[in-house]
C-alpha cells in the first residue's frame, strides 16, 4: 500500500511531526509515496508552505530517516499533472521580470513550467 499525505502549514511543516507521520506509516506496512506541496486553490493559502520550506523539510527528513521513509515531494505547475519539486528552482526568466516567489521546474520532456511559491 502507498500513502499520498498533504504538507500543510501548521499541521506537518516540521521535521519531527513528518518523520513521525513517515514512521507511522511505515509501521503499518505503508509506504511514503508522495508529499503534496498544497495547489493553489481559492481558500486554501493558510495551509501552503512555498516549495523552499518544502524543500528543506524533505533535506531534514533525509537526515533522520530512512530511505523507506522518504516521499517524493510533488506540486501542480500551472495547472498541469503534478511534477517533482525537488528540483524547483528560482526562474531566472521571471526574475528578470521581477515577479519574486516564482520558481521553475522541468518535466520528463525538459519543458519549463513556472509556479507560484506564494
Known amino acids: 500500500m502507498l500513502s499520498q499525505s498533504v504538507l500543510l502549514k501548521g499541521v506537518n511543516d516540521d521535521a519531527a511531526s513528518l ?9 503499518c ?46 506540486a501542480r505547475y500551472s495547472g498541469r499533472r503534478r511534477q517533482s519539486a525537488g528540483g524547483a528552482e528560482l526562474c531566472d526568466e521571471c526574475r528578470g521580470r521581477r515577479r519574486a516567489g516564482l520558481l521553475r521546474n522541468r518535466d520528463e520532456h525538459r519543458n519549463g513550467h513556472c509556479y507560484s511559491s506564494s
Open 29 to 74: 506496512r505503508i509506504k511514503p509515496y508522495y508529499l503534496h506541496h498544497g495547489d493553489l486553490a481559492p481558500g486554501t493559502s493558510r495551509f501552503r508552505t512555498t516549495i523552499a520550506e518544502g524543500q528543506e523539510l524533505m533535506r531534514a527528513l533525509r537526515a533522520r530517516a530512512s530511505g523507506l521513509c522518504q516521499p517524493d515531494l510533488r
Open 19 to 27: 518523520e513521525a507521520l513517515m514512521r507511522a506509516l511505515v509501521e
